[in-house]
């Protein structure tokens, strides 16, 4: 009886282990890459690579690398991870959205965009343009060498604010 439960133990170890090595050599090269935010637009969903997104957060309200941006950032005047002046916010964002407050990250990268990139049209029916990247007073100074991500933009949007920054 004791051999009986052995071979058991055997047979379902090796099972496991035959299943588990069929899973591994399987699995594409490429699930198993790390996620790279120079490189990927997964996490926001933006016209810009995450990692623009991360270091404008950086400039704008001082995340840091050893932190996630704080997304319910909420001053007197100021909303969200990025900073927005609340009127701005109203300006750009879709209606009834009065702050960033609640916000998803995707949802304040969709306002971001709508900022600098593609305007908005409002419920009305009027269309507020993009003010553009240089609106950004971080992205003006390079903080970050957040016009690096400009310079190696590939969107049709994005490629036309290029100006001077990419000599």
Request: charge should be positive; glycine fraction near 8%; proline fraction near 4%.
């Amino acid at each position: 009886m004791g051999s009986e439960r052995y071979v058991m133990q055997w047979l379902r170890r090796t099972a496991t282990l035959a299943l588990t090595m069929s899973l591994v050599i399987s699995t594409p090269a490429h699930a198993a890459s790390k996620y790279d935010p120079e490189k990927s637009r997964k996490q926001f969903k933006g016209l810009m690579v995450d990692a623009f997104y991360l270091d404008l957060a950086h400039c704008e309200t001082g995340y840091t690398k050893d932190r996630e941006p704080v997304w319910n950032y909420q001053s007197r005047n100021y909303t969200g991870a990025f900073g927005i002046y609340r009127q701005t916010w109203r300006n750009w964002a879709p209606s009834g959205w009065r702050s960033a407050k609640g916000r998803s990250p995707q949802e304040q990268v969709q306002v971001v965009d709508n900022i600098a990139w593609r305007g908005i049209t409002r419920a009305d029916g009027t269309y507020k343009w993009p003010v553009g990247p240089w609106g950004w007073g971080s992205i003006k100074s390079n903080c970050r060498r957040l016009q690096r991500h400009i310079c190696r933009a590939r969107h049709e949007l994005v490629v036309k604010w290029r100006r001077n920054a990419c000599r």
